[in-house]
């Protein structure tokens, strides 16, 4: 019996698996999520250009010689806005290329599991390939440990307490939007920091929360850094970086 019946069952050929490979250290792999890596025909994975690929990264440990890949590599990354008519375009048209190469895989009776950082329908590009696919094609998606998980926990900071409300915000919204958003909430993740970082710092200022606020980047991977943002003097972030703004709500 393979890792993969014990957990319910053999990979099904024409089903497309969105698998969630957590925050960055393999160790936060669900049991179901390294069953299928293992399993699967195909293992499908999105990259920047000139880099391995985090997801892939991820699960290196897990991988045979021989294991059959698919390379999705993005045209463009964090070097145009995402709001610009020009990245949208590129972007687009690599979603669709993206999708037809893995319907042939399916259509052709192959497994696909598709790696996705963190949790597959959280901030990810697996779910692009889902809105594309799941209509003609069996999916199944395997939940991961998400980023700002696996970074509360390593920077040590409780998120919420009691009642507190908790806004996920991305660090391209415009400055006043971020600014708006924090004032009207008792915790917050900012996610998508990268270059964005002075102006989520003049927000989380702005919204008197920089005493609380937590910078981390590299969350669980190796070269780890933690910080408060207050202390933090880069002008821009790693692309892997968020901002923790941990409630203060009912402790007992």
């Not at 000139?50 to 021989?66: E, F, K, S």
């Not at 919204?207 to 780890?224: C, H, I, K, Q």
Request: proline share 4%; net charge neutral; aromatic share 8%.
């Amino acid at each position: 019996m393979t890792s993969l019946d014990a957990l319910g069952g053999s990979a099904l050929g024409g089903t497309l698996y969105g698998i969630g490979v957590g925050p960055g250290d393999a160790r936060y792999l669900t049991l179901r999520a390294a069953a299928l890596v293992k399993a699967v025909d195909v293992i499908a994975y999105f990259a920047k250009r000139g880099h391995q690929g985090n997801a892939r990264r991820i699960v290196d440990a897990l991988m045979t010689t021989g294991r059959a890949e698919l390379r999705c590599e993005y045209p463009v990354t964090d070097e145009i806005p995402a709001e610009s008519p020009e990245y949208q375009r590129q972007i687009g048209d690599f979603y669709r290329q993206t999708s037809d190469a893995l319907a042939k895989l399916l259509r052709e009776g192959k497994s696909v599991g598709l790696l996705a950082e963190g949790d597959p329908f959280f901030y990810g590009s697996f779910m692009h390939m889902w809105r594309r696919l799941e209509v003609d094609f069996p999916v199944e998606v395997v939940p991961g440990v998400t980023g700002m998980s696996g970074c509360w926990t390593r920077a040590n900071v409780p998120i919420t307490w009691g009642n507190d409300t908790l806004s996920v915000l991305p660090g391209t919204l415009e400055e006043q939007q971020l600014v708006d958003h924090l004032r009207q909430t008792d915790a917050a993740v900012i996610m998508k920091v990268g270059r964005n970082l002075g102006k989520v710092r003049r927000a989380v200022e702005a919204a008197g929360l920089l005493s609380r606020a937590v910078y981390v980047e590299r969350g669980t991977m190796d070269n780890e850094r933690v910080l408060p943002l207050a202390d933090c003097r880069d002008v821009t972030g790693a692309y892997f970086a968020m901002v923790l703004i941990p409630g203060q709500g009912r402790r007992l």
